[in-house]
């Protein structure tokens, strides 16, 4: 049966010492001026500001360029309040038009892994890449969660490259191919410095 095509990003699932996820994050500001559209499951990295109380904004991570985690929580417009939108309730999307900032919950130790889908052009990744790093590549939301997928066309030992492959997601049904789920830890880590695949 083949692997079904459900992008959702990237979704922490542990940590390196083998301890499950915990729901640990840390709250950031993406400022209003930020022409992006934000979903649960994109990478992000640090914009370089902050918001007028400091605390550190993100923008869209940038392939190959480095990042600090996935977006886990979100819409919230005031810092320590709810994450979501009061004006609607109904979205777990930023807009890429704002009228305000908004704040989200970053999954951001360097130690956590992350599930992702792989795309499902090109060449298949199989065991031979297994510990390799690869590139992620912007997808869109479907109004919901990230579109985001990791690519099969960059996987090298190269240092500076988004994730590690680690491994496919055990659970039934995943198996190497189009759309094959993966484990994988962010490599290309501003708060870590990347390390050469094998």
């Known amino acids: 049966m083949p692997n079904v095509n459900t992008p959702f990003g990237l979704k922490p699932i542990g940590?390196?010492?083998?301890?499950?996820?915990?729901g640990k994050v840390r709250r950031y500001s993406i400022l209003q001026a930020n022409a992006s559209a934000f979903a649960i499951g994109d990478p992000v990295t640090l914009g370089g500001t902050a918001?007028?109380?400091?605390?550190?904004?993100?923008?869209l991570a940038t392939p190959g360029s480095g990042m600090i985690g996935a977006i886990v929580g979100m819409g919230g417009v005031t810092y320590g309040g709810p994450s979501v939108d009061p004006t609607n309730l109904n979205t777990t999307v930023i807009?890429?038009?704002?009228?305000r900032n908004y704040y989200v919950l970053v999954a951001d130790d360097p130690s956590t892994i992350f599930q992702v889908q792989e795309i499902g052009t090109g060449t298949a990744l199989t065991v031979a890449e297994v510990g390799l790093n690869a590139n992620l590549v912007a997808g869109t939301n479907n109004g919901y969660v990230s579109g985001w997928l990791l690519t099969n066309t960059s996987e090298a030992t190269t240092a500076t490259l988004d994730v590690k492959l680690l491994g496919l997601s055990q659970f039934l049904g995943n198996e190497f191919g189009a759309f094959a789920k993966w484990n994988v830890l962010i490599n290309n880590h501003l708060y870590r410095g990347g390390i050469t695949g094998v």
């Open 51 to 59: 918001d007028a109380a400091g605390v550190a904004n993100v923008v």
């Open 95 to 99: 807009p890429a038009t704002k009228s």
């Open 15 to 22: 940590y390196q010492s083998g301890a499950p996820w915990n």
